[in-house]
């Protein structure tokens, strides 16, 4: 008797705190975040509109590498992790390549959440972690299958991390994770005392 492993999920997984200067680069990161909360004001009309609790700028700024020189360092970090996990999902990407296609700033307030979607329109994308408070939330990734499942059992409640329906992953300030476009995530409720801030990111195939 034999069991394969076939049409499997992969999520990368890694950090920019082992990066030289990691702490001084993570602090202007942080601080340029923070001011484009300040400043945005297009964005945070949107953000009280759509009822996001905190600020994005996802709407509003898709310049933010020309913007600020910390966004175009962020990016070429990005794209190394980007090449490594397109290398790994042995992606046959012909003689077009991956582009970083949009990034955005998300920081959520305390008891703020973001529901349950996914990225059309893009091949990879994923989130790099600047400010995690004790209690901040952690990545909520679900099972593509789960809508085709009907009439499953529920899971065992100590079922092996790769059986499971929904998996939380609990990132650091410099965590980097990626996953392919389709796979539907959320963040549940920020339970930390102060705000959870991150960078979004959309890889197209071009």
């Known amino acids: 008797m034999?069991?394969?492993?076939?049409f499997v999920t992969?999520?990368?997984?890694a950090s920019l705190a082992g990066d030289r200067d990691f702490a001084a680069f993570n602090a202007e990161l942080e601080d340029t975040c923070r001011m484009l909360a300040a400043e945005d004001m297009a964005g945070r009309a949107w953000c009280k509109e759509h009822r996001y609790g905190g600020y994005t700028s996802y709407a509003s700024l898709d310049d933010l590498p020309t913007r600020a020189s910390i966004f175009d360092d962020l990016k070429r970090k990005l794209d190394r992790h980007a090449a490594a996990f397109a290398k790994d999902l042995e992606l046959d990407l012909g003689r077009r390549r991956l582009k970083l296609d949009s990034l955005w700033v998300n920081i959520l307030k305390p008891g703020a959440a973001h529901s349950g979607h996914i990225h059309p329109h893009s091949v990879l994308s994923g989130t790099v972690y600047v400010a995690i408070p004790p209690g901040a939330s952690a990545l909520k990734l679900e099972d593509p299958r789960l809508p085709l499942m009907m009439a499953a059992p529920p899971r065992t409640a100590d079922a092996a991390e790769s059986a499971r329906s929904f998996v939380y992953l609990q990132p650091e300030p410099g965590t980097v994770l990626m996953w392919e476009s389709w796979l539907r995530h959320e963040v549940p409720a920020n339970a930390a005392k102060q705000e959870r801030i991150s960078v979004s990111f959309n890889y197209a195939w071009r």
């Open 2 to 6: 034999a069991l394969r492993s076939l």
């Open 10 to 13: 992969q999520v990368y997984e």
